[in-house]
């Protein structure tokens, strides 16, 4: 596997930083489901977990849409891979799912998020409550830095079972 992520600057400003920590864990994403066949992704390879590196990438495609566009833009888009019916058919419906079409919607989602956050002050409210509370566009960053940190640690465990491969 060739790594070919940006680090985060050392120095830099609050925003720079948040952004670039952000980039490193989405390229991690992207690294750690480099270079496998649909099969692979599809691999279901930490039971009793139905999780999978495919499962991963729907589910950040729906994490990013939900955060930026809902909460953040108060965009009015659908919820992803019927989410309003299954809450987990991120995680769930892999089976038939086509790996090409679930990268084309995580990338779509990850430049949408770039567009909708960067001249966005980082104190200001989304447009949207979600739970009957107002987030701040820096508790989304952070909250999409963790949420991908979590979701990598998981993607390496399943990275390794599929082929051996690791790396932070």
Not at 41 to 61: I, K
Not at 106 to 128: F, I, N, Q, T, Y
Not at 144 to 153: D, L
Request: hydrophobic share 40%; net charge negative; charged share 30%.
């Amino acid at each position: 596997m060739s790594d070919d992520r940006i680090d985060p600057p050392l120095a830099g400003d609050e925003r720079d930083t948040l952004a670039g920590f952000l980039d490193w864990q989405r390229d991690t994403l992207a690294w750690k489901c480099a270079g496998l066949t649909d099969e692979q992704l599809r691999l279901r390879a930490v039971p009793p977990s139905g999780m999978s590196l495919l499962g991963l990438v729907r589910h950040l495609a729906h994490v990013e849409r939900a955060w930026f566009r809902h909460v953040l833009a108060d965009e009015d888009v659908p919820l992803l891979w019927g989410k309003e019916t299954n809450r987990d058919a991120d995680f769930d419906d892999v089976d038939e799912a086509s790996a090409e079409e679930a990268f084309a919607a995580w990338r779509a989602e990850v430049e949408h998020a770039r567009e909708v956050s960067a001249d966005l002050p980082l104190d200001a409210l989304g447009k949207r409550l979600r739970h009957g509370e107002a987030y701040s566009h820096r508790f989304i960053l952070v909250h999409m830095i963790e949420e991908y940190a979590r979701h990598n640690g998981h993607a390496d465990l399943l990275r390794e079972h599929i082929d051996g491969a690791t790396g932070e």
